[in-house]
């Protein structure tokens, strides 16, 4: 039985707060408010109108405080963060006090620099602790920062710098890369010098304690890595001499609640930049019920996460992690390379829960897949695996469930919104396919794209949709946007009146459980008004013993009497012993695998009788700082269309082997 309507649970419990959202949607937000620390309390839990709301109106406070100085009595002692680097064989950790101490004397090296309320900083740097001072810091001052990915190229990170036009830099000068160093200045250089937007200081983290100076001796020695020595960038400070005799800021910048806290970026279809403010209030909302209710984040519990810090969901959990008085335990490595290296550190600091996405298990699955290897290690402490990113498939579903043995939480989201379906704090059970139910404070729906009515039944297709006005925890405002919030509503609200759209379609069950199927881009028109989706292609494929991964996208059929007629292409990474029977007779290899898999779709009813028409053997697909697929770009290649590179992606030079295996195909056919 759950209280109707009047308070949030306490434990959570699911089944209330959903009722308590959908009866008194204003009501259950400001419960959710009166647990954040207010340095001015807010007027109004809501104001404005659906379209253009104003949460916490006329309240103020501040993100740092909340999530570290609020601690300082009581949790002074414990560790906040703690840093695993194994391919360095290095380990750190730092306390509640002893980072808030670092952030204190950071935040004063920002005010020596002029930083201040409103200055917008770019931090460049990889998963380690300098990265959370240096986030904190701006925090603190109302700086407001975009955290980003180190994978990024030059070309990149040039079109971020003039868009987001930073007054400061903040870098590292080596992150890892395989097993050796990755040297981040090169790419900051080059960006610097064809950006038209200078910055006016930058200041470097050396990393002497992660490389010492006799390494990065060897490493300028190389000859491929010589033209890096000499390399300066105008304007720079050392960090480790800025912050020396710098007495500490203590006291922290009181904020509006609509002050923006830092800048997420994603990138649509056109591959151009687009920045999500969030608001100080609203986000700090988010982190108190996502991580408290959905994910059952407690005070003094260790969590481990391997997101990068590039990415947001990676930034939500360490602020999340810190709000709650957790613990977090940090990854820095190459994320690319399979390793077991993870259940060691969840023995080390017996682990309650991982987050992760699925391509690191499928990277696991592939050196251990009977997890012969992970049960030498005690991971009993481990009651949860949480996956971001790309949809799950079953196989990987299977190893985390069946070998490793332990209960996943998938979910679903976006960057505009933050968790929109999961499985919250396992109080429902997993489904397999299924992302899991909306989360409490959410009116989540399916609308048609066609008659654009609200889709009344189980199992018929529609376009996520959430009713407005849209909670805290979704983006109120993007960067750069007019008073009229032009790009806002012409990217998500028009299409829908009075909905926000998600642009991904999918189906629930008689239960209410939700399945996201595809971006609706994706879908496959296969002629006389029939659509296929990829999701469900994909799931097949990867059943196949050969296939390591795969993902199906939408090409011309060239059908003169139909121009608007698409096929199904796979582009597919075939597991490593079966990489030297394509290479030694491609042709045909090619065919009878895509026979093969032809074969297994004759069942598939949902395809209705459509089949994969090419098949491309690919090393890598693109995939984007969040790991997800980038999926146009191969429309765009298949079809020799002129694209434009995405500006969240992580392995560019991907896209040209991938031009060449498609002319290679196209020459067999």
Known sequence: MFMKNCELSEPFNYENDKEFSKNDFISFWNKVGNKIHWDKQYTRIWSGDERRP???????????????????????????????????????????????????????????????KGDKIIILMPNYMETHIAMLSCARIGAIYSTTSTLLEANQLSTKIDYFQPKLIITAKFGVKGNGYRYIISKLKEALDTSTHKPNHTIIHNRIGFISKEKQEEFFSKEENKAYRNIQIEGEFDWDEIV??????????????????????????????????????CYLAHLYYSYKCNYNFKAGETYFTTTSIGWAFGQNLFYGSLFHGSSLIVYEGDQNIPTIEYFRIIEKYKVKTMISTALIFRLVHSIDPNADTIKNYDISSLKSVILGGENLNPSVADFITKKIGVPINDSYGQSETGVILTYPSHQIPYLEKSSGVPVAGFSVG?????????????????????????????????????????????????????????????????????????????????????????TFFEDFIQSNEMIYDNVVVPVSSLNPNDPSEQAPAAFIILK??????????????TDQLLEKINQSLIFNAMIEKTFIKHLIIVDELPRSISNKKIRNVLTNIYNGEKYNIPTNITNPYALSDIENRVKSYKALI
């Open 446 to 534: 399916l609308k048609s794209p066609i008659t654009k009515e609200i889709i009344t039944k189980p199992y018929q297709l529609g376009e996520l949709v959430i009713k407005l006005p849209l909670s805290p925890l979704h983006i109120q405002s993007l960067l750069y946007d007019d008073q009229y919030q032009t790009k806002l509503n012409n990217k998500y609200l028009d299409e829908y009146p009075g909905y926000y759209k998600s642009g991904d379609l999918g189906y629930y069950d008689e239960n209410g459980y939700y399945f996201i199927v595809c971006r609706a881009e994706d879908t496959i028109s296969t002629g006389n008004n029939k659509l296929a989706y990829n």
């Open 576 to 589: 490593d012993q079966y990489k030297q029977f394509y290479c030694q007779q491609p042709k045909q290899f």
């Open 244 to 281: 020396q005799g710098v007495q500490p800021l203590k006291e922290y910048e009181i904020l509006e609640s609509s002050h923006t806290l830092s800048v997420s970026f994603s990138s649509g279809t056109t591959g151009e930049p687009k920045g999500f403010n969030n608001e100080t209030g």
């Open 54 to 116: 104003e949460w916490f109106k006329d309240g103020s406070t501040n993100v740092c405080n909340n999530v570290l100085d609020v601690h300082l009595k009581e949790r002074g002692d414990q560790v906040a963060i703690y840093n695993e680097c194994p391919s360095m064989n290095l380990s750190s950790q730092i306390t509640y006090k002893e980072l808030w101490q670092r952030v204190c004397v950071f935040s004063r090296v920002l005010r020596n620099l002029t930083i201040g």
